[in-house]
């Protein structure tokens, strides 16, 4: 069983920036999709970002290329997602996501295993 806890979430100002973290802990997951999904009220879930523990390459939704980075820390076991320039549109829950599959990073959330909690963002205009 895989475990995900997020935190990281608050208000902050259009134009801002906030650096959401995922602690993962269970077993091994070195070979696992770690990604990034958010909701807002009425809204479906929306993939936001996804990449590979292990590895460096990253997968963006076209709302988040040029303004959201995601990230690891093997030390820490965490998974980070950098966002700057917020928008309002950016606000939401924000979710943090594991799926097993080894071949592909996928943007559908019903795919992937383990969910955390979630941490709410609210980008103020």
């Known amino acids: 069983q895989v475990q995900l806890v997020e935190s990281g979430g608050e208000l902050v100002q259009a134009g801002g920036s906030l650096r959401l973290s995922c602690v993962v802990s269970g077993r091994t997951f070195s070979n696992y999709v770690l990604a990034w999904f958010r909701q807002a009220p009425g809204k479906e879930r929306e993939f936001v970002a996804a990449?590979?523990?292990?590895?460096?390459?990253?997968f963006y939704a076209d709302s988040a290329k040029g303004r959201f980075t995601i990230d690891r820390d093997n030390a820490k076991n965490t998974v980070y997602l950098q966002m700057n320039s917020l928008k309002p549109e950016d606000t939401a829950v924000y979710y943090c996501?594991?799926?097993?599959?080894?071949?592909?990073?996928?943007?559908?959330?019903?795919?992937?295993?383990?969910w955390g909690r979630g941490t709410q963002v609210t980008v103020s205009s």
């Open positions: 996501a594991a799926d097993s599959n080894q071949f592909s990073i996928r943007q559908n959330p019903q795919v992937y295993n383990y």
């Open positions: 990449r590979r523990w292990s590895g460096s390459s990253a």
